[in-house]
């Protein structure tokens, strides 16, 4: 953030000068620039603390907020009041417990004469900090704030705190091994934590613990439990199910593979609806074999879950294990259908949705690079009769300073264009004349693929 002040006032600073850098003397030109008063402010108060403390800015590790100093609005006014900057103060023990913390979040809250004055001190032991988040877990509107202190490597302690006009409260502190989400599981209009623990004992469950705000504080008001064999959780995401009730996918590892585990709440508390009782698994959500993950493929606003469908090759010499991904929505009892079926490509950055009644008994797809030397690779769709495979339709990735002109060869229609590539294909609707395409259909079915960013 501070980083942020630094290129906003630089940039500001550059206007200025440009607009009559003409006619000022020379020493003037390289003044250094200068951060708005309100800013230079909150960097004294700062430094001032620091000093004090004798701190050094600290790290945290991952999610969207890790920036050291974060410009944050509290209390959703739409005004951005409060500043949370995270240090490290080295060799501090706690005076009544004799312990040492080393780690502190500063809260400084801007004042009517917009100065900046400490509030609050938050402290907690650690190495770093994991990760910190802002969500309204009480339900009054404001947000409170979730810090996960990292005590060493897959140990961690999960704090989360509400500011009251003089006070900091603890509403929670738990040691957790995994990760965590927030999510409106019980459509309250504040947000749950929902922590992730793998057992490491060998004698017990993984398990998803839920905590809810009452009386004051977060309770631990109910567990479900996770699939076995879990070696780390990968991603935790929230979305709806296929019938509309909230529910969290957490994507876990495996010795095979991966599987998804979707949680959700029932009369009985927090519960795994895809979890198989007799293998421990969950079995009607596991993926292998792909770079695919759990995302709303079709725009339905449910999630998704990817399930790769192994291809036959048109023959056996011909190219790696390629994969149609059936993609599967899941309901509140754990029951799963297919939304959609995709090829997707993720060395050449693009997906292609298949028309109703494709299925690995009717197609089958290679790899063509043999051109990749002069920027051209290809993926070819054939369409199988009888034993024999029938090319109909390829789709290019083309990347060379020829591009353009290769582009325009004869039978390509471009699909889609950016900065770096150029995509169109090559259509032969006499292969397959029911195959339920035409050249426009092809590119609404084809996409690029978008980078997504994902937290642990």
């Given amino acids: 953030m501070k980083r942020r002040f630094l290129l906003a006032a630089l940039g500001a600073a550059l206007a200025l000068c440009l607009s009559g850098c003409m ?6 030109l390289y003044a250094l620039p200068v951060l708005p008063q309100e800013y230079r402010e909150l960097q004294n108060t700062i430094d001032a603390t620091m000093s ?3 701190a050094e800015y600290a790290t945290i590790n991952y999610g969207s907020n890790t920036s050291t100093i974060q410009l944050l609005d509290m209390d959703g006014d739409g005004d951005q009041e409060t500043a949370a900057v995270f240090l490290r103060v080295t060799a501090v023990k706690d005076e009544k417990s004799g312990e040492e913390k080393p780690m502190r979040v500063c809260l400084f809250r801007q004042g009517e004469d917009l100065s900046y004055h400490q509030v609050y001190m938050l402290e907690g032991n650690g190495t770093s900090i994991n990760s910190v988040a802002y969500e309204d877990l009480t339900g009054d509107g404001s947000r409170e704030l979730i810090v996960s202190w990292q005590l060493s490597a897959g140990v961690h302690i999960l704090s989360a705190y509400n500011f009251a006009p003089s006070v900091a409260n603890e509403l929670m502190s738990t040691t957790y091994n995994e990760g965590y989400v927030t999510a409106d599981l019980d459509q309250d209009g504040s947000r749950e934590l929902i922590v992730f623990q793998q057992d490491i004992t060998g004698e017990g469950y993984n398990v998803a613990e839920y905590y809810d705000y009452q009386d004051g504080v977060m309770v631990l008001s109910s567990t479900g439990t996770l699939s076995d064999g879990l070696k780390d959780v990968v991603r935790a ?3 709806l199910l296929s019938d509309g009730r909230p529910g969290v996918y957490v994507t876990l590892s495996l010795e095979n593979g991966y599987v998804t585990d979707v949680l959700t709440l029932d009369r009985t508390g927090l519960v795994n609806v895809t979890r198989d009782a007799e293998s421990g698994v969950s079995l009607a959500a596991a993926w292998t074999n792909t770079d695919a993950s759990t995302t709303d493929i079709n725009g339905d606003g449910v999630l998704e879950i990817p399930r790769p469908q192994l291809l036959t090759p048109p023959d056996e ?4 294990a390629q994969y149609l991904i059936y993609w599967q929505q899941v309901d509140s009892g754990g029951r799963s259908a ?6 997707h490509s993720y060395t050449d950055g693009w997906y292609f949705t298949l028309p109703v009644g494709w299925d690995i008994n009717n197609v089958t797809v290679t790899r063509d690079d043999s051109l990749s030397g002069r920027g051209e690779r290809a993926v070819v769709f054939y369409h199988w009769s009888g034993q024999k495979a029938d ?5 290019y990735r083309l990347t060379g300073s020829n591009r353009v002109s290769r582009s325009k060869m004869t039978g390509r229609t471009v699909l889609y264009s950016d900065s770096n590539a150029i995509y169109c294909a090559s259509f032969d609707a006499k292969v397959w004349r029911d195959c339920g395409l035409d050249l426009e259909g092809i590119g609404q079915r084809f996409k690029p693929i978008t980078a ?3 937290s642990r």
Avoid: C, M, Q, R
Wanted: proline letters at 3%; hydrophobic letters at 30%; zero cysteines.
């Fill in 23 to 28: 006619f000022e003397p020379v020493d003037k």
């Fill in 52 to 54: 004090e403390l004798g």
């Fill in 237 to 239: 995401e929230t979305g």
């Fill in 317 to 320: 010499e011909n190219g790696s």
């Fill in 338 to 343: 297919t939304s959609d079926i995709t090829y």
């Fill in 391 to 395: 090319k109909f339709l390829t789709i």
């Fill in 452 to 454: 997504a960013w994902s």
